[in-house]
């Protein structure tokens, strides 16, 4: 880990990428069964993890984050976070040292919640939804009967202003890649009510190998986006680029194979059993947090720096 000489001391790993997000998996547990899902990249000789972090530790890192190494932006996701009782309770906690708290959750409770998480302090949220047709949301969820009660609460959510809103679409060759257009469309149908954006989500196959053959073309989804765009745009995030389509902002995050999102990566995870993990795809270099003991954190998050190293490096294989 590096110090930046005359500032407050940040999380810098040996290929020069600052930390500036935290992002909780906070439970493991969820009400749908996604057939693409890698639980945060948790999954561990088959099983999800069953023990879950304390509301104490996961506001005690975010705050020794803040306040040692200005790490002010927090990202929940679970599992379905709002599967925890105490989610509001976890904002309330780190409100006073965050700059941006916000959530992943799959809607189907959203509606239920969004004005109390917004009350507590939860800025904005993304919601997964990779289809805006029964039959298939269905299939990919294995569930049934709850794409409305997703589309409701997307509403719910921008009336209680979590915005901007994001809706993540995680993209399947052969089952949901056709709706882009459609997609993009239900967007500027949000957009009437307050600010969305639809991200367009490379599908990561090496959780499940069952879904190989499900993989995209993302470069030839971003080269139809790019024919379309008035503009375009990249964030400093993992080097994600923005297509303005028809008023529409879609953003594309292309993960597999584009040493540019490794490059660019500045946020570090910590697990639903109270796990930092340095690499999305990596599950051999966890470090656990076992106290709420201050330097202990301190020295964990130090530690977890000297294990963080790009999962792609060489030349994109794709191109």
């Known amino acids: 880990m590096k110090t930046v000489k005359g500032k407050k001391e940040r999380l810098i ?8 997000s935290l992002r909780f998996s906070i439970t493991s547990r969820c009400n749908l069964d996604c057939i693409y899902c ?13 023990e879950e972090i304390s509301a104490e530790l996961v506001i005690e890192i975010a705050r020794v984050a803040s306040a040692y190494f200005d790490i002010r932006k927090i990202k929940f996701s679970g599992g379905e976070p709002l599967m925890r009782d105490d989610l509001v309770d976890i904002i309330q906690g780190m409100r006073d040292f965050e700059d941006d708290i916000s959530a992943t959750t799959n809607g189907v409770f959203l509606k239920r919640y969004a004005d109390e998480l917004a009350d507590a302090g939860l800025d904005r949220v993304n919601v997964s939804i990779d289809s805006l047709k029964e039959e298939r949301y269905d299939f990919i969820t294995s569930s049934s009967n709850n794409l409305p009660k997703v589309i409701d609460g997307i509403y719910s959510a921008i009336d209680a202003g979590l915005t901007p809103l994001k809706l993540n679409m995680v993209l399947l060759k052969g089952i949901n890649e056709d709706e882009i257009a459609d997609m993009i469309d239900f967007v500027r149908e949000c957009n009437k009510r307050g600010a969305a954006i639809l991200q367009l989500i490379e599908l990561i196959p090496y959780f499940n190998p069952f879904m190989q053959n499900c993989e995209a073309n993302f470069y030839a989804v971003e080269a139809e986006l790019k ?10 995030l993992q080097h994600r680029r923005k297509y303005f389509v028809d008023g529409v902002e879609v953003e594309v995050v292309h ?20 796990k930092i993990k340095p690499c999305l795809l990596r599950n051999d270099n966890l470090v656990p947090v076992e106290s709420v003991d201050e330097m202990h954190i301190i020295t964990k998050l130090k530690l977890a720096m000297q294990y963080r190293e790009p999962f792609y490096k060489g030349k994109n294989s794709k191109t």
């Not at 890698?38 to 069953?50: A, L, P, T």
């Open 13 to 20: 790993d040996d290929y020069g990428r600052e930390i500036r």
């Open 38 to 50: 890698h639980n945060e990249g948790e999954w561990r000789s088959g099983k999800r993890n069953r």
């Open 227 to 236: 024919s379309k765009a008035s503009a375009i745009k990249t964030r400093r």
């Open 255 to 274: 993960p597999i194979d584009n040493t540019e999102f490794c490059a660019n990566c500045s946020r570090l995870r910590i697990t639903s059993d109270g």
